[in-house]
């Protein structure tokens, strides 16, 4: 028997199980459309999970960075006009800001070297002899440190240049170690007059270049010797 001439009741079972199959055709449809959405990039969520669209967050600011003062505090031990400073990082103590001083009054050496760290501690000073008539007599090396994380300051007092070596230790930095007492300029164990750094060289330290003036037959008339100084970890020694 053909549809056509089927009873009404049977059109009608026929009709509503059309009917069920299109809904059921469709609601597929849909499903297989929200299904293909959700796993493409173009909108929703992405698959590492961030939100489209939504600004990611920035790396959070360092809220350790020290606040170094503009000049030495007074427990420095180096009163007198701020000149400059560097901000380097102490092996053992961190963040310390070393500055140079032109001291004020005429009592002891005329220059200063004083040293903060991160945590307001002030270190010992280093008085070094200067002339203010020389043209820059006391001043940063360029750059500042090495890789032996020594500090190197040039000075001059009065003819020739010389460089103070800060060494780090535990506690700060190293005694200087002046020859005399009386005077801060011509030599100790890690000062040097008539000097000049060189470098950093493919090693990345510094050498010191020491010239030694002879006195045969006068100190005016003797003869000049250059000897080149390297650090050894300890102390700077001469090469060759």
């Known amino acids: 028997m053909s549809p056509s001439s089927s009873s009404p009741w049977l059109r009608r079972q026929l009709s509503r199980r059309g009917s069920a199959a299109v809904r ?4 597929m449809s849909a499903l297989a459309a929200v299904f293909v959405a959700g796993c493409t990039d173009g909108g929703g969520t992405t698959r590492s999970g961030a939100a489209e669209g939504k600004p990611t967050a920035s790396a959070p600011s360092d809220a350790s960075a020290p606040s170094f003062p503009p000049s030495p505090p007074a427990a420095a031990g180096c009163a007198g006009e701020m000149l ?6 102490h092996p053992d103590l961190g963040p310390v800001r070393v500055f140079l001083v032109r001291r004020s009054g005429s009592d002891g050496p005329a220059g200063c070297v004083a040293a903060v760290t991160g945590s307001g501690r002030a270190l010992a000073p280093v008085e070094v002899d200067v002339n203010w008539s020389m043209e820059d007599p006391l001043r940063f ?21 010389g460089v103070l070596v800060l ?10 170690g002046w020859r005399s007492p009386d005077e801060h300029y011509s030599g100790g164990r890690f000062a040097f007059y008539y000097a000049r750094p060189v470098g950093p060289g493919k090693d990345g330290e ?7 003036k002879g006195c045969d037959p006068s100190c005016a008339e003797g003869a000049t010797a250059k000897v080149t100084l ?3 970890g300890h102390d700077y020694l001469p090469t060759g």
């Open 24 to 27: 059921s055709a469709l609601l």
């Open 84 to 89: 400059d400073h560097r901000d380097i990082r």
């Open 141 to 161: 090396a360029a750059p500042a440190t090495d890789s032996t994380k020594n500090l190197f300051v040039v000075y001059n007092p009065g003819r020739y240049d």
């Open 167 to 176: 060494v780090p230790t535990a506690d700060g930095f190293a005694d200087i």
């Open 206 to 212: 510094y050498a010191i270049v020491h010239y030694i």
């Open 230 to 232: 390297r650090w050894d």
